[in-house]
C-alpha cells in the first residue's frame, strides 16, 4: 500500500491519541477524525499551509469541517480540525469515506510533492511576521511600509 492510502489514513484520524482526553462533541467513534493542525510553536510554512487548507475545507464543507482549540499546560494551545470520515462508522470501506475527508487526503498528498500550500499565502505571511518583528525591534522604523517581493511565476533565483 502507498504511503498515502485514503483507508490508512482514515484509521489514523480515527485513532485517538494516546492519553487525549476530549469533552467535545465529535468523536471518533461517531466517524469524525483529526485533520492538519497549529500549534503555538508552529512555524510560518505550517500557519500558512493551515490558514489556506482550512479556509477551503470550511467553505467546501461547512457541516462535515470545523477547527477546535485545546490548551496544554505544557505546549501552550493547539488547533486542530475535524472532519467527518465516515459516511457510517459502522463500515470501514473507502466507499464509506466522506467527500470532505477525500478533498483532505488530497491535500496531504498535495503536501507531500510539495510542502506549501499557496506560495502567495506563504509569503504574505512571511512578510507579515517580518514587518511585526523589525517594528517590535525597531520601533518607527517605516517596516509596515515592506513590501513583499514580485517574482516572475517561473523562478526566484536572482
Known amino acids: 500500500m502507498s504511503r498515502l ?3 490508512e489514513l482514515a484509521n489514523a484520524a480515527l485513532r485517538l491519541p494516546h492519553d487525549f482526553a476530549y469533552y467535545g462533541d465529535l468523536h471518533e467513534r461517531d466517524g469524525w477524525g483529526r485533520a492538519f ?15 489556506v487548507i482550512t ?13 477546535e482549540q485545546y490548551s496544554h499546560w505544557l505546549v501552550g494551545w493547539v488547533e486542530t480540525g475535524r472532519i467527518r470520515v465516515l ?6 470501506n473507502e466507499q464509506n469515506l466522506t467527500e470532505a475527508f477525500h478533498a483532505v487526503v488530497e491535500w496531504w498528498q498535495r503536501l507531500d510533492r510539495y510542502p506549501i500550500a499557496d506560495e ?3 509569503s504574505e505571511l512571511e512578510t507579515q511576521e517580518l514587518r511585526a518583528h523589525i517594528e517590535a525591534q525597531v520601533p518607527g522604523s ?3 511600509h515592506v513590501r513583499p517581493r514580485t517574482c516572475p511565476r517561473i523562478s526566484c533565483n536572482e
Open 37 to 51: 493542525g497549529v500549534h503555538r510553536d508552529s512555524d510560518t510554512l505550517e500557519r500558512s499551509n493551515w490558514q
Open 5 to 7: 492510502d485514503p483507508l
Open 142 to 144: 517605516g517596516a509596515r
Open 120 to 122: 502567495r499565502a506563504h
Open 55 to 67: 479556509r477551503e475545507l470550511r467553505e467546501r464543507f461547512p457541516a462535515e469541517f470545523i477547527t
Open 87 to 92: 459516511h457510517n462508522p459502522e463500515l470501514g
